[in-house]
């Protein structure tokens, strides 16, 4: 054993000897015995073997080929503690600086064996592939990205190597050149996955700095869609599995939109395909409704809506491709369907209804009315639904509308009571409430909207679930410590010291006729035509798996 050991110190000293010398490539017979005992040796001859082969590997360039399948064997010899200083070794291979062609190609073999079990095993993969990163990042990326798209690559394999990338690769040290190369093949990698896996390349490329190029979002747009399949011809009904990925995937598309990458495909799927065939009842068809209203304003161009009848006179007026056509036919469809949707969810006016008593609503689910009605009005505003034009249809819309109305402020009279009673609640009723409160002051700006001759659709609300937490529930709970009770408007009118004291006119005196008119107080002596009223309803009051 010992003589074993003293021959191949023998020929490590002979090989250093002749470095000095500069006369190694006359030795190159030493050096390929060296590389014959990787083969032949016990575990000690073996571990000195791989430090004695990657030592000299640069020295010898026409055995590169054998030293580093000679390597490779010890990467994968039965001992561990073999295989650790194998692997170890690796890095050494690539001596020759950033440009060294055998970077990438080392990477590739480090990639194959981060699926290994043994922890401390596998911390010497991942200590190799920093050490590669430290000399060239780009070769690094390349060599694992390949790996990625190779036809030989398992899933688990490819599972490790995103997973390397998405908390091992420092991502605001790559150059442009890199992020481009990353995205272009993440376009391969991203057939070849699902599941968290996906998630994870997905924010991997959200986080590159060139991902903010128009032309690299409609790119990761695209992958994300392919994922979904949005765009099949004939798009199947969602099952559970897809119900699932649309959860998943659709909140990674949002920081993507803008107004020259369009959302248009992902709202047309979600309202042709996802609100026919899924019920609201569905676990996940809220959070998938959360984010189509924030996907709806990206739908719309700002030439979506013009009319061009309303040319210049004596100019023709300016011929609409076919594609604009499409767009158009498409998103008359769109906001019929959203329509339609909303109809279904509105409560019907009872016959035997007391405009007297606040009505008693059924069980609505108003978040998701929130959503379908603020992604109705995002489209509606330049596409105007044609079902609107039926005057009975409208007027039975706006029936409803009132009618839900008067619930909702019989609702939000209820919250604002137990603000300002001050009562102890845990924290997440007590953002529920908040959350409450905001849901049914959207609905009923919404509602505004409706009863304007023609309705207008121009509303901007902020969506409830987006309220930053400091006006979630700040002047609720100034007001619920001072004993204020809430108004509409937000001012208190219980504490005496601090309330405003109203603005009045002297009975006895005169009258400003144009101010009062103004403000709308003809009742105390202000004119004799009635000041201009605002709108005003009637009165009432388990784990996500690794794979899809």
Not at 256 to 283: C, D, G, I
Not at 369 to 398: M, N
Not at 478 to 487: N, V, Y
Request: proline share 5%.
């Amino acid at each position: 054993m010992a003589d074993k050991l003293d021959r191949l110190y023998k020929l490590y000293d002979d090989l250093a000897k002749a470095e000095k010398e500069g006369k190694l490539t006359e030795n190159s017979a030493i050096y390929e015995t060296i590389i014959s005992r990787a083969a032949t040796g016990d575990s000690q001859e073996k571990r000195l073997v791989s430090q004695f082969i990657a030592k000299f590997f640069k020295h010898f360039p026409t055995l590169e080929i054998r030293a580093v399948e000679a390597q490779i064997e010890l990467c994968d010899d039965a001992d561990i503690n073999v295989r650790k200083q194998a692997i170890h070794d690796l890095p050494s291979f690539c001596a020759k600086g950033a440009d060294d062609p055998y970077i990438s190609r080392i990477a590739i073999v480090l990639c194959q064996l981060l699926t290994v079990e043994d922890r401390g095993e596998l911390a010497i993969v991942e200590k190799s592939l920093n050490t590669l990163l430290r000399q060239s990042v780009h070769a690094t990326v390349k060599g694992v990205v390949g790996q990625m798209v190779s036809a030989t690559c398992e899933d688990s394999m490819r599972d490790a190597c995103i997973r390397f990338l998405a908390s091992k690769v420092n991502l605001k040290a790559l150059d442009s050149e890199t992020e481009l190369m990353l995205i272009e093949e993440a376009g391969k990698v991203a057939a070849l996955v699902g599941g968290e896996e996906f998630v994870l390349l997905v924010k991997l490329l959200n986080s590159l700095k060139i991902s903010r190029q128009v032309s690299q979002q409609k790119s990761i747009l695209k992958m994300i869609s392919d994922q979904l399949q949005l765009t099949v011809p004939v798009p199947a009904a969602p099952d559970a599995n897809q119900l699932v990925k649309l959860t998943v995937c659709l909140p990674l598309a949002l920081p993507l939109f803008s107004p020259y990458a369009t959302s248009l495909p992902y709202v047309a799927y979600l309202v042709n395909t996802f609100l026919p065939t899924t019920t609201l009842e569905a676990p996940e068809s809220l959070d998938i409704l959360k984010v189509l209203a924030q996907m709806a304003p990206h739908a719309l161009k700002p030439t979506d809506g013009l009319d061009n009848s309303s040319a210049v006179a004596g100019e023709p007026a300016a011929e609409v491709s076919e594609e604009d056509q499409a767009r158009r036919r498409q998103l008359d469809g769109l906001v019929q369907g959203l329509f339609a949707k909303v109809c279904e969810l509105l409560p019907t006016v009872p016959a035997d209804d007391d405009l007297e008593k606040d009505p008693e609503l059924p069980s609505l689910q108003l978040s998701h009315l929130e959503c379908l009605l603020f992604t109705f009005h995002s489209i509606a505003r330049k596409i105007k639904p044609t079902a609107l034009d039926d005057e009975v249809v409208l007027k039975d819309v706006r029936q409803r509308l009132q009618y839900l109305n008067r619930g909702l402020q019989a609702e939000a009279k209820k919250f604002k009571g137990l603000i300002a009673q001050g009562i102890k609640l845990e924290t997440e009723k007590k953002r529920a409430l908040f959350l409450a409160l905001k849901t049914t002051s959207n609905l009923t700006a919404f509602i505004k909207d409706w009863f304007h001759n023609p309705p207008t659709f121009k509303t901007n609300v902020t969506l409830s679930w987006l309220q930053t937490g400091s006006t979630k529930g700040s002047d609720g709970k100034k007001q619920a410590k001072d004993g204020i009770k809430a108004t509409p408007n937000g001012t208190g009118s219980g504490n005496q010291e601090n309330k405003r004291k109203a603005i009045v006119f002297d009975k006895e005196g005169p009258t400003p006729a144009k101010k009062a008119h103004r403000n709308g107080s003809s009742s105390n002596g202000g004119g004799n035509r009635p000041g201009r009223q605002l709108y005003q309803a009637p009165r009432g009051g388990g784990r996500f798996r690794s794979r899809w």
